[in-house]
């Protein structure tokens, strides 16, 4: 089904829904989802499938899908295995719009379970017919009411509806986030588990909800990506709506980690290349669960901060009780935020209520007792102020006892043009359901507090896609020589200087005899390397030796290295030796490429030399970057204050990096397609203006 408003409308508003394997039993799972469509008020018609059935709950059954007159928007299999396969089958023959299965077993479950979903992927492919799942807990839609789920925790009385949306990839957790955001007096709009994703995924889906003018916020509850191009597309389409997209991701993918050759993979890791993607495409990743609640109050209707340096980002926190507000405060700090001074009239105006005010950064009104009408002045005064930029009430025991004399006053400030949220430290849950049916953003937590504020101040919106350039004849030419010889580092450096990196002199010999003049044409002292694309880090095997100062010293050397080598790699093919100059700098770099399995070409920057797994000191991007988003990431890396001019340290030249690392990532060019990896390490950065140098290189091909 290729038209969106039909596919929305079978998903989250279907007419006629078929429940193949509907079980009469109500102690069985698979009688929850009629259950729940009758409980909640679904007013469709429910089409119970079941061979040995004629009627179910008090529903005409069927005993297959050719027995029911008339269209099939959606139908939800209960059937487990091989069962579940024969079903959709049926159920793509019979013209249903889009089918879900609940059933896991599938790649979940090893080898058999795999072989059973490539037949689904293949009835899918075949028939084109939409598939959720499987391992797909269910759909929910609560405007118009259609819960299609076998999930326990919509046994619920009575279904809140909202305003948010939530694809998850956890089914079970879908029940969760119901759970935690009903007890706030908070509902969704639609509600859907993707499973194990055959078909219909994230990033396909969310695009939907972009569309769906019941839904202001698209929340995803995730474990991988497998859809990153149309989640990419989904969030700045979600962007141009003015609906935030807003992510929590557990796990770390160990796809392409455990065959990755270079140190990148390893120091950047899946979960730097996760939030890399959530930048490029304006994504605001969280890291509490309980975030995917309480952010989006913040978020909805307020567009990402654009703020020059030093503003936007300034939090004036008022409190009733200091050590709450200071929890908030820390962690508020520790992301970037500035915590704002009370302004002056503010100061003043608390000065004869016997309130000291100006001494220090919080607005303490603890002494003066939790009062309506200063609570009320104090926040009026705050969001008045053009000194902050948000604002932060953090209230103590009286939220838990009386709410009415420091959180009643403040639910005039609903929906204010300046951020606004209020932390309770107690559990109060009164004074919580009260804000929350006001409109005011309120937390239970000083992190998610200090969480959703800073998404609210620092996100982004999508970044713009940098626009490469077509590579050079030279670059296309030594990429062509690699395919065809394999990449040692010879290549490699051939390959990376006609990116525009800057690559140390060397001269490549093909055997020890000419070691000796090599070192005279290059001029000592020099390093020896020895070449072959068998061998990815050459130091591991023995392949390096340092400051050689003359060629005798160095013909001594390439024959031990020659003896370490075969001993360390007996296989491996060796195609002679690298003379290079030996290159001094004030730092070491490491500078990696790789073609992520989750979300793309990427590129990494880190405290460089043989320790740069162990630091792991690095900032990650999605490929290609300019060079003001490379100073970005230069800026991010913590081991590299040292060239930025700390504590009077000379400064290198961070420009030239910066421009370096702009043309290497150049790699993420179509033309470079079969370039899985490639890594400067390291690449030495010199004193400032005067450039830098790459004198190890890697290339793998995919």
């Known amino acids: ?303 990402p901060a654009t703020h020059s340096e030093g503003r936007g980002k300034r939090v004036a926190v008022a409190t009733t009780t200091g050590g709450g507000a200071a929890m908030v405060v820390d962690n508020m700090a520790m992301a970037g935020l500035d915590i704002a001074d009370p302004p002056q009239a503010l100061v003043d105006w608390l000065k004869p209520l016997g309130i000291a005010a100006g001494e220090g950064k919080l607005i303490d009104l603890t002494l003066a007792g939790a009062k309506p009408e200063i609570v009320a002045g104090t926040i009026e005064r705050l969001l008045a102020d053009d000194g902050n930029d948000a604002v932060i009430f953090v209230v103590g025991s009286s939220a838990q006892f009386n709410p009415e004399l420091a959180v009643e006053p403040l639910l005039r400030f609903a929906h204010t043009a300046k951020p606004f949220a209020v932390s309770l430290t107690p559990a109060a849950e009164k004074s919580l359901a009260l804000l929350t049916a006001a409109g005011v953003p309120a937390f239970r937590h000083p992190e998610s507090c200090s969480e959703a504020m800073v998404v609210c101040l620092l996100r982004t919106g999508p970044q713009p896609m940098p626009v490469l350039a077509a590579p050079s004849r030279a670059a296309l030419d030594a990429l062509e020589a690699g395919r065809i010889n394999g990449f040692d580092e010879r290549r490699a450096a051939d390959l990376f200087a006609a990116l525009g990196v800057p690559m140390a002199k060397s001269l490549a010999i093909p055997d020890a005899k000419r070691v000796a003049a090599a070192v005279t044409e290059v001029g000592a002292p020099v390093v020896l390397k020895i070449l072959s694309a068998d061998i990815a880090h050459k130091t591991e095997a023995g392949g390096v030796a340092l400051g050689l100062m003359d060629g005798q010293a160095a013909a001594v050397a390439a024959r031990e290295i020659e003896k370490r080598v075969r001993a360390y790699a007996p296989h491996a093919k060796l195609d002679g030796f690298l003379i290079q100059k030996m290159e001094r700098g004030l730092a070491e770099v490491i500078l990696g490429f790789r073609r992520d399995p989750l979300v793309g070409p990427t590129i990494t920057v880190g405290l460089g030399g043989v320790l740069a797994e162990i630091y792991k000191d690095a900032s990650t991007r999605i490929a290609p970057v300019d060079e003001a988003e490379a100073a970005q990431m230069i800026e991010e890396v913590k081991g590299l204050a040292t060239i930025r001019g700390y504590r009077n340290l000379p400064k290198g030249d961070v420009a030239a990096l910066a421009k370096t690392i702009a043309a290497f990532s150049s790699l993420a060019h179509k033309a470079f397609a079969d370039v899985a990896e490639a890594e400067i390490n390291p690449l030495l950065v010199k004193g400032e203006g005067q450039g830098v140098v790459a004198v190890d290189g890697l290339v793998v091909l995919g």
């Not at 499938?49 to 005409?60: A, T």
């Open 1 to 303: 089904m290729s038209d969106p408003k039909k596919l929305f409308a079978a998903l989250f508003e279907p007419k006629r829904i078929a429940l193949i394997g509907a079980s009469a039993d109500p102690t069985k799972t698979t009688s929850r989802p009629q259950r729940f469509l009758r409980k909640h008020g679904f007013n469709g018609e429910i089409l119970p499938v079941n061979p040995s059935r004629s009627e179910i709950l008090g529903e005409k059954a069927y005993k297959d899908l050719d027995a029911i007159q008339g269209e099939i928007d959606h139908a939800y299999i209960l059937l487990n295995g091989r069962g579940a396969v024969e079903a959709l089958a049926a159920a793509a023959r019979r013209g249903v719009k889009v089918s879900s299965i609940l059933a896991g077993g599938f790649a979940d479950a090893g080898a058999a379970g795999a072989s059973l979903q490539d037949d689904l992927s293949r009835i899918v492919a075949e028939t084109g017919i939409r598939l959720v799942g499987p391992n797909s807990i269910g759909t929910v839609s609560t405007d118009p009411p259609m819960v299609l789920t076998a999930n326990a925790a919509f046994a619920i009385d009575k279904l809140r509806t909202g305003r948010w949306a939530v694809v998850s990839q956890s089914g079970s957790l879908i029940g969760a986030l119901l759970s935690r955001a009903d007890a706030r007096g908070i509902g969704f709009s639609r509600l859907i588990s993707v499973g194990n994703e055959v078909d219909l995924a994230v990033g396909e889906i969310a695009d939907l909800l972009v569309d769906d003018p019941g839904t202001d916020a698209i929340l995803l509850f995730m474990e991988t990506l497998r859809d990153g191009e149309r989640l990419a597309r989904a969030a700045r389409r979600a962007h141009a709506a003015g609906k935030p997209v807003i992510a929590y991701k557990l796990g770390r993918s160990e796809i392409g980690q455990e065959l990755a050759k270079s140190h990148t993979g390893a120091i950047a890791g899946s979960d730097a290349t996760f939030d890399a993607f959530c930048r490029r495409h304006g994504i605001a990743r969280v890291s509490m669960f309980e975030s995917l609640i309480d952010v989006p109050a913040l978020l909805v209707d307020r567009p």
